[in-house]
């Protein structure tokens, strides 16, 4: 028994922990117990040695589901979004997903968001001893929802600013929207796969230059995305100057990321076809807080369900600032400071 046990522990200490080995290992198993069968005249496997290859198998899929576990960690995100602190905790939750690839783990940390765009936080850690001491790290992201969810975008995470360079350990976001308002309360299966280091475009290659740091994959399994949700949603009705048509500002959502409005001529996609989208009706559009102050200038939007939405992270694509180089400002406000909105001149009280 002993010995046939050794036996099995060493096939388990050489295989990877995923539903590939443990597969393998099953056939692998499979077969020693008809080879042993035949070498006794075709007897079954008795009893202890069948239940030493259940065991086995059972102490797989246990180490298998810790491979990808719930896991404490700090936010990722909390300290690299400008703005008052309190926006963060009005519009954040905690994922804590850990996930592991010969030796390099994978935590998704927090998330932050509203109806209409969502950010993911995530620490990569190499082996102690290995340095990542790159500037533009990406991972690839291939992810798929538990139901339709229309207008979602996946890419790339892209490299946070790195506070040790020296260290192991790299931060990363991840920055998805939906056309149609379902960015929060998601249910998807997510994996990352293959760390680059991405050192440019390469005009004579006509292609990127995206060094290997780490192939493979981390599964993190199916994930709950789950944010606070303490949006101010408003339905003024109020009319709208505008010569050429009876405009009514019939809805208004105001998170601690990003300012939807929806008039009553809002078209699905009004970066296009919205008629109160022209120049002089979308610069107009203000948010003030308590003090005055503008929180919010009208330069970046795109469409919502019906609406227009405006993120307060300086460019439509956190990925990229408002001179489509390096990353974007991060913003967040805090809700308690809004006072006003204003749209053509028309002041929306808040409070």
């Given at each position: 028994?002993?010995?046939?046990?050794?036996?099995?522990?060493?096939?388990?200490?050489?295989?990877?922990?995923?539903?590939?080995?443990?597969?393998?290992?099953?056939?692998?198993?499979?077969?020693?117990?008809?080879?042993?069968?035949?070498?006794?005249?075709?007897?079954?496997?008795?009893?202890?040695?069948?239940?030493?290859?259940?065991?086995?198998?059972?102490?797989?899929?246990?180490?298998?589901?810790?491979?990808v576990?719930?896991?404490?960690?700090?936010?990722?995100?909390?300290?690299?979004?400008?703005?008052?602190?309190?926006?963060?905790d009005?519009?954040?939750?905690?994922?804590?997903?850990?996930?592991?690839?010969?030796?390099?783990?994978?935590?998704?940390?927090?998330?932050?968001?509203?109806d209409?765009?969502?950010?993911?936080?995530?620490?990569i850690?190499?082996?102690?001893?290995?340095?990542?001491?790159?500037?533009?790290?990406?991972?690839?992201?291939?992810?798929?929802?538990?139901?339709?969810v229309?207008?979602?975008?996946?890419?790339f995470?892209?490299?946070?600013?790195?506070?040790?360079?020296?260290?192991?350990?790299?931060?990363?976001?991840?920055?998805?929207?939906?056309?149609?308002?379902?960015?929060?309360?998601?249910?998807?299966?997510?994996t990352?796969?293959?760390?680059?280091?991405n050192?440019?475009?390469?005009?004579?290659?006509?292609?990127?230059?995206?060094?290997?740091?780490?192939?493979?994959?981390?599964?993190?399994?199916?994930?709950?995305?789950?944010?606070?949700?303490?949006?101010?949603?408003?339905?003024?009705?109020?009319?709208?100057?505008?010569?050429?048509?009876?405009?009514?500002?019939?809805?208004?959502?105001?998170?601690?990321v990003?300012?939807?409005?929806?008039?009553?001529?809002?078209?699905?996609?009004?970066?296009?076809?919205?008629?109160?989208?022209?120049?002089?009706?979308?610069?107009?559009?203000?948010?003030?807080?308590?003090?005055?102050?503008?929180?919010?200038?009208?330069?970046?939007?795109?469409?919502?369900?019906?609406?227009?939405?405006?993120?307060?992270?300086?460019?439509?694509?956190?990925?990229?600032?408002?001179?489509?180089e390096?990353?974007?400002?991060?913003?967040?406000?805090?809700?308690?400071?809004?006072?006003?909105?204003?749209?053509?001149?028309?002041?929306?009280?808040?409070?």
């Amino acid at each position: 028994m002993q010995e046939n046990f050794e036996s099995y522990k060493s096939e388990l200490d050489r295989v990877r922990l995923t539903e590939e080995s443990k597969r393998a290992l099953t056939e692998s198993l499979g077969r020693r117990g008809r080879a042993e069968s035949r070498s006794v005249g075709r007897r079954p496997l008795r009893a202890r040695h069948v239940l030493a290859v259940a065991a086995v198998i059972g102490l797989l899929s246990v180490l298998s589901a810790a491979a990808v576990a719930q896991t404490d960690a700090a936010p990722t995100l909390g300290g690299f979004f400008t703005g008052d602190q309190a926006g963060y905790d009005q519009a954040s939750g905690t994922v804590g997903r850990m996930a592991e690839n010969d030796g390099w783990t994978a935590v998704i940390t927090d998330c932050v968001g509203d109806d209409f765009q969502a950010f993911l936080g995530v620490e990569i850690a190499a082996p102690e001893g290995t340095v990542l001491d790159g500037t533009n790290y990406e991972v690839h992201v291939d992810n798929e929802y538990d139901h339709s969810v229309p207008g979602t975008t996946k890419g790339f995470f892209y490299a946070l600013p790195d506070d040790d360079p020296t260290d192991n350990k790299i931060r990363l976001l991840y920055n998805w929207y939906t056309t149609e308002g379902e960015s929060n309360h998601v249910r998807m299966r997510f994996t990352l796969v293959d760390l680059v280091e991405n050192h440019g475009y390469d005009w004579d290659a006509r292609n990127w230059n995206r060094e290997p740091v780490k192939e493979g994959a981390w599964d993190f399994g199916w994930i709950d995305i789950d944010y606070a949700d303490n949006a101010l949603r408003l339905a003024p009705m109020v009319e709208l100057p505008c010569e050429e048509e009876h405009l009514v500002l019939e809805e208004v959502v105001i998170s601690p990321v990003g300012l939807y409005l929806r008039t009553n001529i809002s078209t699905p996609y009004p970066v296009d076809f919205g008629d109160w989208y022209r120049e002089d009706i979308l610069t107009t559009v203000r948010l003030l807080d308590m003090d005055g102050n503008m929180t919010l200038a009208s330069d970046f939007f795109f469409g919502g369900p019906g609406g227009a939405y405006f993120s307060f992270t300086n460019h439509t694509n956190a990925m990229n600032n408002a001179n489509g180089e390096g990353l974007a400002e991060l913003r967040v406000v805090d809700l308690d400071r809004i006072a006003s909105l204003e749209v053509a001149g028309v002041v929306i009280p808040v409070r």
